[in-house]
Each structure stands twice: as C-alpha cells, then as structure tokens.
C-alpha cells in the first residue's frame, strides 16, 4: 500500500505495511508486533531514544494509552506530523489494533 504522509508543508508517498494485532491489557504494541513476525526497526531497544519503531494506528486508537509529553517530543523532534502517528515501544492498551508501519521501519533480513 502507498499512502500520503506530510512533513512539514511537503507531502510524499510512502509505502506501508498494515498490520492487526491483538493486545492483552497492559501490553505493549512493540512487543506484540514483533512476536506476530513483524520486523519492526527499534534501534533503542524501547527506551524512547528514537522514533524507528514509529506506527500510524488506524483501528484501536481508542482502547490505546493516551501518549505521553515524551513520545510527543520524540515524534516531533523525528518531524513525524501524521494524525495517528505513535512510537509504538511507549502504547499499551487492549483489543485489537491496526496500524501502518512505514516500510522503511521493517528491517530486512540479509540474503545469503
């Protein structure tokens, strides 16, 4: 899929990647798309020192924890400006959740 996203007055086409999951009350969106196989990119290992890990939730958003002044600084500081947008190491909720993740954020197994 392709879709529009704007930085700053600029808008591109980005490919995406939807992907549903299903998260249990207190877990986190990072962990339950990596185990459903998602290659998700999360250069600080969920620590909130970089915004790889950066989903746009399209389904769920209203059973999702609100997000803190911290992953909206680090949104912003990454000039991610998309409705939607969350560093997906810092959401937990319940229910099931559709989100597009940029597919520069998958990471690519090397071929051998």
Excluded at 4 to 31: K, M, N, Q, W, Y
Excluded at 84 to 95: K, Y
């Amino acid at each position: 899929m392709v879709a529009p996203r704007t930085f700053g007055a600029a808008r591109c086409l980005i490919e995406v990647d939807s992907l549903t999951v299903t998260l249990t009350e207190g877990e986190v969106l990072l962990h339950s798309l990596l185990e459903s196989g998602a290659a998700l990119a999360h250069d600080c290992d969920g620590k909130l020192a970089c915004a790889t890990c950066c989903v746009i939730v399209r389904q769920g958003a209203e059973t999702l924890s609100p997000p803190s002044d911290d992953e909206l600084d680090m949104l912003e500081r990454a000039g991610v400006a998309q409705d939607g947008a969350r560093l997906s190491c810092q959401v937990t909720g319940t229910g099931e959740i559709t989100v597009d993740v940029p597919r520069a954020h998958l990471v690519v197994a090397a071929q051998h």
